[in-house]
Every structure is written in C-alpha cells, then in structure tokens.
C-alpha cells in the first residue's frame, strides 16, 4: 500500500479503515463523484470478494469496515480506479480550482502523474472483538451526525446507517459477522 506506516497483518480480517483527499479537498459534494465510490466498491465485492460491514462517505473522506482475500490489494484497487474516474470527471466539467489543489498538494516522490487525489495510507486498524465492531460501525454511522449534517444517521443518504435500520441502502452490506 504505498509508503503507509500502517500494516495489515491479517489481510482476511475485518478492518476499520479511512480514506482521505489530500488536503481535506471537498471531492463528494456531487453525486456523481460519490457514485464512482460506490460503483468501485460494488465491483471490488463482486471480483475480490470484498466484505463491507460498514461505511460512510463525506465530503473528503470515508469510514469502511471492510475485509477481503488480500484487503491491501482490494484497498490500492479502489484508491487506483477511484482516483482515475474522478479526475477524468473533474476534467470533463473543467473543474480547474480543484484538480490545480491536487497537483499543488501532491507530494513530490508521485512523479507517474500530475495530480494526487487520496492521502498515502488508510490507517487500517483490525477488528479484535465484538465489542470494537460494534463501536466502530456506531462512530462510523454517527459521523454525519456529530459533524451537524443530519440529525439521526439513518437519514445520511452515503451510510449503512440505513441498512441497519432495516432500510436498503446504496451498497449492501453485510451485517452478521
């Protein structure tokens, strides 16, 4: 994965993880935008068998619980597509602001290409109980909630907040593990 100080050790198992613009640019305020994240992940379960507990996706970042075959594989999968598919769309709709933010930020030893779009890493922490799953699916239902966007999670339109309220959300998630 990249330059991360972080590991996976158990590429199996579930992990808590975070994905994050460089710089904090607000990426996902549009649906389309938001749509290559969720195609993406749809993809990666059907090829990768990618297993997502629980997610959120704000404005420049999102929360996962996730696991898969070989997850740093499915993760720099993920970052690599989504980060092609969105630049291609901030080219499309000249969006000239943000797409000169991603090639100022970028760090120097990215010399493939001319923009960065993620943060290097995804600071994926494993899941060693019942207990921290379920603590970590809370934190990541209740993020739009604490950042004042909505009143209760299930009404966060990019969560599984919903799906464990009984509703059908945009991915399906699994929620027995």
Same mark, same amino acid.
């Given at each position: *994965?990249?330059? =991360? ?7 199996t198992h579930?992990? $808590? ?6 710089? %904090? ?6 649906t389309d935008?938001? @749509? ?17 507990? +629980? ?8 929360? *996962?619980?996730? @696991? ?5 594989? =499915?993760? /720099? /999968? $993920?970052?690599?597509?989504? +980060?092609?598919?969105?630049? /291609? ?7 000239? *602001?943000?797409?000169? @933010? ?7 030893? /990215? ?6 779009? %993620? @943060? ?10 019942? +207990? *921290? ?22 009404? %966060? ?19 027995? %593990?």
């Amino acid at each position: *994965m990249g330059r =991360s100080r972080y590991k996976i050790y158990e590429p199996t198992h579930p992990h $808590f993880i975070t994905c994050t613009v460089l710089h %904090w640019i607000p990426i996902f305020t549009r649906t389309d935008s938001v @749509q290559i994240l969720i195609d993406s992940l749809n993809y990666l379960k059907e090829v990768d068998n990618l297993k997502i507990y +629980a997610y959120v996706i704000l404005e420049n970042h999102l929360h *996962m619980i996730i @696991q898969s075959d070989d997850l740093d594989n =499915s993760i /720099k /999968k $993920f970052k690599s597509f989504t +980060a092609k598919e969105i630049l /291609k769309l901030l080219h499309t709709h000249n969006v000239k *602001m943000i797409l000169d @933010q991603l090639a100022f930020y970028k760090k120097a030893h /990215k010399t493939d290409s001319k923009y960065q779009l %993620w @943060q290097e890493g995804s600071a994926p922490k494993l899941i060693q109980s019942d +207990a *921290m799953m379920i603590e970590r699916i809370n934190y990541i239902h209740n993020n739009p909630v604490k950042r004042g966007y909505v009143d209760e999670a299930k009404y %966060w339109r990019y969560s599984s907040a919903r799906d464990y309220e009984g509703n059908e959300g945009l991915i399906e998630v699994e929620r027995f %593990w």
